[in-house]
């Protein structure tokens, strides 16, 4: 178990080890912030374990576990379960993982979870790979991006974990961004006030993975909402709410030209993303109308 320690100010010390320009440092503090401090944490192996710390020092001030990258959802379920056997029915167990550890490894736990509809809040920050072991492909990786494993490219599309997610049929799911962080923390709100499983999934770009300068993570965040390579939406009752409709919908050459991890794109790549994210927003927009 973490060390709990008195910060001055906030939920998460100054100082973190994160590179220069890391969301996911943005994101721990707003959702510590918005959850406040009746809350445990669970944190699997990846970047985010630099909250967790090394050792019996954390950098945050709530209680929590590192756990493995397999069963984070397995892991807080039982935590929830014990605390609810207690009579405890106000702590709320919140899981901060990757994509590697969301998508990929501890999908089946995530699974399991949304079956059984614990009662947790799950956070994926997604830096679209294996960061924390040096920028391998995940299956949130997307098309065409280069990664250590995917060094021409990824050739095929990301996995749709928020489609994945309304197929347990969840009492409240949504999508966020950095680039919008009062909706971030809008949404971090309203899965604190609902019951039952939970799930957010943030895009957190990654300026060492992803190639850009640290001070360009916003803008790069903002450019995935603008062109539809993040869509923002909201999953309740079994209704989807978009977020608003991308500006620069199918066109994600600015967005592309950002980063190096796309240097290897083309014409025809930037085409076939272009027409992927036309398509799947459109196909958003036609379920949000249901
Ligand atoms: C079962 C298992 N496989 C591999 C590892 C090694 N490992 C530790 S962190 C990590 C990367 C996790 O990636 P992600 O969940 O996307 O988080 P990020 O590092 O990108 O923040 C890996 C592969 C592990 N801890 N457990
Ligand atoms: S590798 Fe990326 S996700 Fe990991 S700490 Fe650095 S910027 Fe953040
Ligand atoms: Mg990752």
Redesign the pocket.
Known sequence: MLTYQVQPKGAVSPGI???Q????DVIFRNVLDVMGPDTVLVIPPG?AA?FSGCGPEASVTVPGIQGNLENSAAIASGIANGFRHQGNDHTQVVVIAGDGGTVDIGLQSLSGAMERNEDIIYICYD?EAY??TG?QGSSSTPFAASTTTTPAGKPVNAKDLISIVMAHRVPYAATASVADIFDLRRKVQKAKETKGCRVIHIM?P????WGYPSAKTVEVAREAVRCGAWVLMEYENGAIKLGRKPEELGQPQKYFALQKRFCGAGEEEIAKMGAFLTERYEYLEKLAQL
């Open positions: 080890n994160t590179c320009g890391c969301m996911i970047c630099q830096n960061m924390n920028v957190s990654c300026p060492t993975g």
